[in-house]
């Protein structure tokens, strides 16, 4: 089985991606070349929709963390949304992603990312 990823359209500094299939050593270097133009930007957050993904190994934990260590110097993150019971097993596992920046869904995901945006609109105003 392959890898399917679907960019969808931007928000205001995140960026959504669906994965489909497997993200193993044969389809990892596929996420990577998708995410990359991406990584480029200046994104708070980049959250991906795991709920096609069927199956991920080492080398998909590494895409994902690759993705986390680009975005962090500049304080963005990569959210993981709507992983499978078996995709959460492995992430538990090998905590390669906090806890809290895997969601069990996208309207999760979204509340978070608005708390986060009005801590810093508040932040900006106590500076004032």
Known sequence: ??????ILPPGKGSQRVA??????????????????????RQLHSLVLDLSGLDYISSAGI??????????APHGGKVLL???QPQIQKVLDMVKAVPLNEIFSST????????LMQRRVLEAGEDED
């Open 1 to 6: 089985m392959s890898l399917r990823i679907e």
């Open 81 to 83: 949304v709507n992983p």
């Open 19 to 40: 994965v489909e299939g497997r993200l193993d050593t044969h389809t990892y270097e596929d996420l990577d070349e998708a995410l990359a133009p991406l990584l480029t």
């Open 107 to 114: 309207a999760e995901a979204d509340a978070y990312l608005d």
């Open 62 to 71: 590494r895409s994902i963390f690759k993705a986390r260590k680009t975005l």
